[in-house]
Every structure is written in structure tokens, then in C-alpha cells.
């Protein structure tokens, strides 16, 4: 019989006498490695440059509108979607969207709060299926719609280290927030660690919140799940999923879209 | 300057920091990508650059309070794994092990006496190997391979036992035919 100790130093003899030849590249790979960073910070100011000189429609508009005053841009906004829903009740939805979209520009800026530096971006008005609209930040995100649900990923795809990042919003034509909730949160007691228990919110929506977190790590998954009343005899499902690192940053964003998420009358005729 | 320090250095962007810390972290990490990746040069070399790069660009996201060492080793584990997926139809067993005996021909000594030892650690499957080169080259406890794997310590525990098992009766094997 082999001494056990002999075993792990045989192993380790093995691996060491085989990579010995590999450590010879390091200078080598450190040029590859300067070079790109190098070229990223290049590239990255070169198009900084561009977008200032030439005529970037979206850059441009961005810095004067903002200084100007967001809060008088975001309350008018929000004064124009209100009226909006209680005086075209009878319109269809498409046109119901569409008359919004004529009241004021598909474009707003908001500032975000987001890992503790504000930032500024534009959101565009998102003409959901289901019967709400919602503000997406199209910089970093985009609205796809799959088997018929709407999803907001991140415009350029996540490296398959980090989990899932999205924001999914389904209606339930028959279902009530309350029993809706219930169901998800025995669902999401069977694959996440923590559930917390459903909790009644009034933001960034008011319904009711399910919250899951699976482990403790920078990548543990982590899922808010809304349901709102599609104010008819429905419920809105919106899940939100991202990872505990990402908390403030897909997560700060997922919220501020979700704000100003609305529910419009999409099948009144 | 110690670890923590260097990490605060690179994230105010200095990149003197940086290289040292690739001058720390480098040896190893190559060695690990090397036989992860079969001794393919080419995939070795990117999955380490990679990861270098990965790291600056992402160095914001890592956490202070948390060791810094089976962060990185997460990153290049998954570059291996990405870089090898996206070659996936390349290496199969038998092209190592007939790489290895034609290597033999050509390498120093030095290597005949591991050599089927080497052969025997990358037969063994790809989810029993990442752990044990992490245990044995890095000289991971196993805790913080299931942090690296993302997998659960008893997971991890029993595909270590596995794999040490297949090399110890390897070895055995092989002392009880001399």
C-alpha cells in the first residue's frame, strides 16, 4: 500500500513538473495584456471624443436638457401620463400608447442613483404587449420578447460567469396578486436558499413583493418578484433577477424602470 | 505592500499595482490554466491574459472583506472553461494521452518518471480534475473550491475523494508492476 502522503506529494510533483516550461511566457502575455488594456482605454477615449465633435443626437440633447432642470421635465412627464390615462379611457390600447407617445417624446432623462454615483441616462418609453408601458434605460438594456413575455436584458450579452440578469413582465388574465404571490413563493422555496416572506410594498410599485436570495456569495442569485393588479381581475408579474453583486447596479436600475412602470387600459374599446 | 493594499492601488487605477500583482499571481495561474487545458500554449496564454484583463476591468466588483485569491482563481477557471467550450470539439482523451507519448520523445528526462502520473491526472473527468489541480498546485482548502466551483463542499469533497482515489490506485498499479 502507498503512504497516503505520498499519494498528494505525487500529485502535486506531476502538475508542478509539467507547467514548468509554461511560466516562460509571462513577459510575453504582460505585452498582450498592456496592449489591450491600452487599446480599451483608447478606444473608449476616442469615442468620447467622436461623440462630442460630431452630431451624436443622443449626447448632444443629453447635457443641456439635464442641467436645465430634470424635476420640471420628470413632473411634467408624469402630469401628462395621468391625464392621459383618465381622458382616453375609451381608446384602444395601441392608440392609447400611441397618443401618449405624441404628448411628449419617447426620450427622458432621470439621474439614477446607482453604486452611489449618480448617473445619467436616457430612457425610452417601451410599448409593452400586455398593457402597461415602462421607461427602459436603452443604453444598457433592450426589451425582447420571448414565447410571448416581455423581457428587459442587458443590451450586450453577460459573460456566462454571472448569473442571470433580467427583468420579466407576464400577465395573468385570472389570477389575484395575493394568490399569485403564495404560488411563487413556494416555487421559490424550492430553488433558492432564503425566501423572504410576502410583504405588501408602494415602491417601486404598489403590490406585493416575494424576495429571494440563493446564498451569500458575489454571484448568488438573487430575484424580486412584484404583483400588481392589472386593475382588472388579473395580476402583472414582474421578476426581477440579478446577483447579490450586482445589487446596486442591475438592481438599483431594474427599480428605477420599474418606477415608473404604469398599467394602461389596453383592451378597452 | 501587502495583497489588500495592491487591490486598493489598482482600484484608484494604478497600474504599477497591477503588474505586481500579475508578478504574484501569474506562476500559478498559468500552471493551473496549463493543465486545465490539457498544455494546449495557445488556449493557455489566452485564458490567462483574460483573466488578467478580466480582472482589471472588474476589480470595482470584488469585494474587499472577502479574500482575493479564490476570486481570481473563479475568474480564470471560468476563462479556461469558456475557452475550451468554444474549442470543445478539439482535445478528447486519446489525443492527450497520444500527445503526451510524442512529447515523451522529445522532452527532457526529467519528465519520464510523472509522465503517466500526468497522463492519469488528465484522464480523469474534467468536474474530479479542476478540483483536484486546485487543491494540489494552489493548495486550496476545500471550502474555497466549492466557492470557486460554485458548487456545494460536499460536492466538492466527494469528486476530490474520487479523483485522488483513481491516482492513488494509478499509482499503486503502477509501483506494484515495477
Given at each position: 500500500m502507498m503512504e497516503e502522503k505520498n499519494v498528494d506529494q505525487e500529485i502535486k510533483a506531476s502538475m508542478l513538473k509539467h507547467t514548468d516550461t509554461s511560466i516562460n511566457n509571462k513577459e510575453e502575455i504582460w505585452k498582450q495584456i498592456e496592449t489591450k488594456l491600452a487599446l480599451h482605454k483608447e478606444n473608449s477615449n476616442t469615442k468620447t471624443e467622436e461623440n462630442n465633435m460630431n452630431d451624436q443626437p443622443r449626447m448632444n440633447r443629453k447635457t443641456p436638457k439635464l442641467r436645465k432642470g430634470k424635476g420640471w421635465l420628470t413632473g411634467t412627464i408624469a402630469a401628462v401620463v395621468l391625464l392621459g390615462i383618465f381622458t382616453t379611457a375609451t381608446d384602444t390600447g395601441q392608440a392609447f400608447v400611441n397618443n401618449i407617445k405624441e404628448y411628449f417624446a419617447p426620450q427622458k432623462q432621470v439621474v439614477e442613483e446607482i453604486e452611489g454615483m449618480p448617473e445619467e441616462t436616457e430612457v425610452s418609453l417601451q410599448e409593452g404587449k400586455a398593457g402597461y408601458i415602462i421607461y427602459i434605460d436603452e443604453e444598457r438594456y433592450k426589451l425582447v420578447e420571448e414565447d410571448g413575455i416581455d423581457q428587459i436584458v442587458t443590451k450586450e450579452p453577460l459573460d456566462e460567469r454571472y448569473p442571470e440578469v433580467s427583468m420579466t413582465i407576464t400577465q395573468v388574465a385570472d389570477k389575484a396578486p395575493a394568490e399569485l404571490a403564495e404560488e411563487i413563493y413556494t416555487k421559490l422555496k424550492k430553488s433558492y436558499e432564503t425566501v423572504k416572506e410576502i410583504t405588501a410594498v408602494?415602491?417601486?410599485?404598489?403590490g406585493l413583493l416575494v424576495s429571494a436570495i440563493d446564498?451569500?456569495?458575489?454571484?448568488s442569485p438573487v430575484t424580486n418578484v412584484y404583483l400588481l393588479s392589472n386593475e382588472k381581475e388579473g395580476s402583472f408579474i414582474i421578476q426581477q433577477k440579478y446577483f447579490l453583486e450586482a445589487a446596486e447596479g442591475h438592481g438599483a436600475r431594474f427599480h428605477h424602470m420599474l418606477k415608473e412602470f404604469k398599467v394602461v387600459e389596453a383592451d378597452e374599446e | 505592500m501587502n495583497e489588500a493594499d495592491l487591490i486598493n492601488q489598482i482600484k484608484n487605477g494604478n497600474n504599477n499595482a497591477f503588474r505586481e500583482l500579475y508578478d504574484l499571481y501569474f506562476d500559478y495561474a498559468i500552471r493551473v490554466a496549463t493543465v486545465v487545458m490539457h498544455n494546449n500554449a495557445t488556449y493557455v496564454a489566452d485564458a490567462v491574459q483574460e483573466t488578467f484583463i478580466r480582472v482589471y476591468q472588474n476589480?470595482?466588483?470584488?469585494?474587499?472583506?472577502?479574500?482575493f485569491k479564490p476570486w481570481f482563481y473563479q475568474i480564470l477557471i471560468n476563462e479556461c472553461n469558456r475557452i475550451l467550450k468554444r474549442?470543445?470539439?478539439?482535445?478528447?482523451v486519446g489525443e492527450i494521452i497520444e500527445r503526451r507519448r510524442s512529447d515523451l520523445e522529445f522532452e527532457n528526462h526529467r519528465f519520464v518518471e510523472y509522465e503517466d502520473l500526468y497522463t492519469a491526472i488528465q484522464g480523469l473527468e474534467q468536474h474530479n480534475r479542476i478540483p483536484i489541480i486546485l487543491k494540489?498546485?494552489?493548495?486550496?482548502k476545500e471550502q474555497e473550491i466549492a466557492e470557486i466551483l460554485s458548487k456545494n463542499v460536499n460536492t466538492i469533497k466527494s469528486r476530490l475523494f474520487k479523483g485522488r482515489q483513481k491516482l492513488k490506485r494509478f499509482l499503486e498499479a503502477k509501483e506494484e508492476a515495477n
Open positions: 408602494k415602491d417601486p410599485v404598489e446564498g451569500n456569495q458575489w454571484n | 476589480i470595482h466588483l470584488y469585494q474587499a472583506e472577502r479574500p474549442n470543445s470539439k478539439v482535445i478528447s494540489y498546485l494552489i493548495g486550496f
